[in-house]
C-alpha cells in the first residue's frame, strides 16, 4: 500500500470533511498541501489539520514536488481548470460531485483525464455510504430480482457557501447540487450498464430569492424499462433528510442514511457545539450522527480510490460515470422547461445498447402465469393465475 500524499485544492467545507476523513482512523496518507481562493481559508485549514504547505496559487499546489494525488473540492466552476492543470501535470486526479457544470464540460475533464493516461475518480460520497454498499451487494447477489423502481431523495435548507446560489456558477440549483447524488445511488441499483434514455422534471423556485430551482422532483427511465426517481430540495426544514428505496420484482429495500438512524437526544440548553450537517438548531430535539464522515460514505470512498490506485484498476466511481450524471441532468433541465419527456444525450455511452422494459411476466406452469400469491386469514393460500392461452384471470386455492 503506497502512502498517498495530497493536495487539497479547496478549503472550504467539503475540503475541511474531506481532511477529516483522510486523517481520521490512523490513515497512512496525508494531505501535504492545501490551496484556497481565501489565504485565511487555506492557512486556518493548514492550522487545524497539520498540514504543512498552504497556498492562494493553484499552479503552486497541483506542482508542488511532494504531491502524487490532487483531491479538487472546489466550487463547480473551477473544476475544469482543476482538472487540466492536474492532468498536464500526470497527478492523480480526484473530484467531488458534480463533475461538471453541464455534460459539455463533464466531457472535457473526461477527455483530458484520459488524453494524459491518469487515474481519475470521481468523489461521490453517497454511493460508498455503508449501508448503500451493503443493499448494492444484495441487489447484484439477486435478493430483489429485477429492478424495477429506484426512488432517492435528498432535501435540507439549502448549501453552505454563496457561489451555490449563483446559477451561472454552479451550474444550476437544487438539481445540480443534490441530483447528482440520487441519480447516481439509482444508477448503481439499476446497473451502470444499462442506458438511462429519457427523463420527465419538474422543477421551480418555490421558497428561495434566487433564479435557480430549490425544489425539483424527476423521473429517469433506463433501458430495461427500470424507472429512477429523484426528489431534491433546497426548502426542506428540519436538518438533512438522505432515504433510498428500491424495489425489484422479489423484493424490497428501504434506507434512511441520515436524519432518522436511531440516535434521538433532547437538550433544552444544548452543547455549545456543532450537532449534524445542516442540523437547523443546537436544542430541542437533535438527530446527532455517531460518525458523520463515515456515514456518508468518505471511509470508503477513499479506500476505494487508493486501493484502486495501488491495483491499478478504476475505482467503482470514474469521470465517465460523473459525465453521465451530467447528461442526464441536462435533460432534467430541458424537461423541466418543455414539461415533456425529454432525450438524455450521451455522445460517449460504454454500456449496454439493449432495450427490454416489457412487463416482467412470472411462469407459474405450462398453463398459468403468476399474479399473486397470498395467504388468506384462515391459513389458506390463495392463488391469482393468467391463463397464457385465453389471457382469463382466475383465483385457485392452493
Given amino acids: 500500500m503506497k502512502r498517498k500524499k495530497i ?58 514536488p511532494d504531491i502524487d494525488t490532487v483531491i479538487v473540492a472546489l466550487p463547480n466552476f473551477q473544476h475544469l481548470e482543476a482538472v487540466r492543470m492536474a492532468a498536464e501535470a ?15 464540460e463533464a466531457k472535457e475533464m473526461l477527455d ?16 460508498y455510504t455503508p449501508k448503500t454498499l ?25 448549501p453552505h457557501s454563496d457561489w451555490f446560489w449563483n446559477k451561472e456558477l454552479s451550474g444550476g440549483g437544487a438539481i445540480i447540487d443534490l441530483g447528482c447524488h440520487c441519480i447516481e445511488i439509482a444508477r448503481n441499483y439499476i446497473g451502470k450498464d444499462v442506458k438511462p434514455v429519457e427523463v420527465m422534471c419538474w422543477a421551480d423556485t418555490q421558497v428561495k430569492p434566487i433564479e435557480a430551482e430549490d425544489h425539483a422532483i424527476a423521473l429517469v427511465k433506463y433501458a430495461s424499462g427500470a424507472i429512477a426517481q429523484f426528489e431534491v430540495s433546497w426548502c426542506f426544514r428540519g436538518g438533512m433528510d438522505l432515504r433510498d428505496e428500491v424495489m425489484g420484482v422479489e423484493g424490497t429495500i428501504f434506507l434512511n442514511h441520515f436524519l432518522r438512524t436511531g440516535f434521538e437526544m433532547y437538550t433544552a440548553v444544548g452543547e455549545g457545539d456543532y450537532v449534524a450537517e445542516k442540523a437547523e438548531s443546537a436544542t430541542g430535539w437533535l438527530f446527532p450522527v455517531g460518525d458523520e464522515v463515515n456515514s456518508l460514505g468518505y471511509d470508503f470512498m477513499f ?61 407459474y406452469d405450462e398453463e398459468y402465469y403468476l399474479i399473486k400469491e397470498e395467504m388468506i386469514p384462515d391459513g389458506t393460500v390463495k392463488l391469482i393465475l393468467k391463463d397464457k392461452a385465453s389471457g382469463e384471470i382466475i383465483q385457485r386455492i392452493k
Fill in 90 to 104: 500526470g497527478k492523480a486526479i480526484l473530484v467531488t460531485k458534480p463533475l461538471g457544470r453541464n455534460a459539455a
Fill in 134 to 158: 451493503k443493499a448494492v451487494e444484495s441487489v447484484k447477489n439477486g435478493a430483489l430480482g429485477d429492478i424495477l423502481w429506484v426512488r432517492a431523495r435528498e432535501t435540507h435548507p439549502g
Fill in 303 to 363: 479506500t476505494d480510490m487508493f486501493d484502486a490506485m495501488d491495483d491499478e484498476k478504476e475505482p467503482m466511481e470514474t469521470f465517465y460515470d460523473g459525465y453521465v450524471v451530467n447528461a442526464i441532468m441536462d435533460a432534467c433541465y430541458i424537461s423541466s422547461k418543455s414539461k415533456k419527456w425529454e432525450p438524455i444525450e450521451l455522445d460517449d455511452w460504454r454500456g449496454s445498447e439493449e432495450v427490454s422494459g416489457g412487463p416482467q411476466l412470472k411462469e
Fill in 7 to 64: 493536495a487539497m485544492l479547496g478549503g472550504g467545507f467539503i475540503g475541511d470533511f474531506y481532511v477529516h476523513a483522510l486523517h481520521g482512523h490512523r490513515r497512512p496518507d496525508r494531505v501535504e498541501m492545501v490551496y484556497s481562493r481565501s489565504e485565511s481559508s487555506a492557512k486556518k485549514v493548514a492550522e487545524r489539520h497539520g498540514i504543512p504547505h498552504w497556498t492562494t496559487d493553484m499552479k503552486e499546489a497541483v506542482n508542488h
Fill in 112 to 127: 483530458l483525464v484520459e488524453k494524459h493516461g491518469v487515474f481519475h475518480g470521481y468523489l461521490e460520497d453517497l454511493c
